[in-house]
């Protein structure tokens, strides 16, 4: 299933980066996403001790969680993510003996941060393609007291976005409103129909500061 320089295979089945597990096979291959039903991690979960990752489990954004891998043993680390959080760079490490999952490390830019496992010489990192940031699911191989592989599933970057058939909502809705919540991210679509209706709210204040909110990490 891998190999201590592991290669990226591309998934069928959600707009995510590509598969990269890092570590051996050995244990019970897993995989947990919910891309497909437009749900993300709201909390990632690791135990590790000083020289391996020993557990990991993902909770998402409707509050179901994923079986935990491996055994909650050690020290634990956990990101719990805000609305709008995103992952700006991940590093996995393998050992240099066995090249199983050593190590785990992970920034956002709300400057959060996941550190967990060993780290001796010959020991050897691989950075992980993040995407847009938003981690939707993790997959790779646990024996049952510790993770021995490991991939995180990011949603890949959104790079342009087209609306089309456009159906305001009230119809005399102000068009320079319109492209303010455009621009702000305040205006929330649905993409379930041939067309997208934008409801306006003339009343409510604009704040530049607050994040996108995209109808598929809802």
């Known amino acids: 299933m891998n190999t201590p320089n592991p290669q990226s295979q591309p998934y069928v089945d959600g707009p995510c980066t590509p598969q990269r ?8 291959d897993f995989l947990d996403r919910k891309a497909g039903e437009g749900k993300m991690a709201k909390t990632l979960t690791t135990y590790a001790d000083s020289e391996r990752v020993k557990s990991i489990k993902l909770t998402y954004s409707d509050n179901t969680t ?7 043993s050690g020290t634990i680390h956990e990101i719990r993510f805000e609305p709008g959080e995103r992952v700006t760079w991940v590093t996995l490490w393998t050992d240099d ?19 967990g496992g060993g780290y001796w010489i010959g020991y050897t990192s691989y950075s992980i ?4 940031g938003y981690l ?4 790779g191989n646990a024996k049952s007291a510790y993770v021995k592989a490991l991939g995180l599933i990011f949603l890949i970057e959104v790079t342009k976005t087209t609306i089309s058939n456009v159906v305001y909502d009230p119809p005399q809705a102000n068009l320079i409103w319109i492209l303010r919540l455009l621009i702000t991210g305040e205006a929330q679509a649905s993409l379930t129909g041939k067309s997208q209706i934008l409801k306006s709210d003339p009343t409510r204040p604009v704040s530049p500061r ?6 598929l990490l809802m």
């Open 136 to 139: 939707v699911g993790a997959t």
């Open 97 to 115: 003996r066995y090249k199983d999952l050593a190590r785990i490390q992970l920034s956002t830019t709300y400057n959060k941060h996941i550190d």
């Open 66 to 72: 994923s079986s935990t891998h491996g055994y909650q």
């Open 210 to 215: 607050q994040p996108p909110k995209h109808s």
């Open 21 to 28: 597990i890092v570590g051996q096979s050995g244990g019970a």
């Open 129 to 132: 393609d993040v995407g847009s």
